[in-house]
């Protein structure tokens, strides 16, 4: 069964403030400079943020936090995030399948400008009643 999609935008100043609340200040998050520099397309979004933002979809199918037994992704591609007040927009979309024992296993997808930024996303969740 496919979950509905869902879409979060991220700006330059959601990295900023993800920043502050990480610790995370490399300037490859918030310099066009030191990111292309390094070989970037631009700056990126931090990959933690990023999988949190496919984690509250995550939370959000389950029906609360708790409810998550299991998650984890690999990183595929960086989030480019433009110096504009737009932003960028990831996409999350999702399979369900049972699991077993009360448990639905989620197959999830998270694309950016059309193009994959997480892979091997899965989380086992306790089935909504």
């Not at 700006?11 to 070989?39: C, E, K, M, Q």
């Amino acid at each position: 069964m496919d979950l509905p999609v869902k879409t979060f935008r991220v700006t330059r100043a959601d990295l900023v403030r993800y920043a502050g609340a990480s610790g995370d200040f490399n300037p490859i998050h918030w310099s066009d400079r030191v990111a292309t520099g390094v070989g970037l397309p631009g700056v990126i979004a931090h990959g933690m943020f990023t999988m949190a933002l496919v984690g509250r979809a995550v939370t959000e199918w389950a029906g609360a936090p708790d409810a998550v037994v299991e998650y984890g992704v690999r990183f595929t591609r960086p989030v480019v995030v433009p110096d504009d007040d737009t932003g960028t927009e990831i996409e999350v979309r999702a399979t369900a399948r049972e699991a077993g024992e009360g448990l639905t296993r989620l197959d999830v997808t998270a694309t950016c400008a059309g193009e994959k930024v997480l892979s091997q996303a899965r989380a086992i969740v306790r089935t909504p009643s």
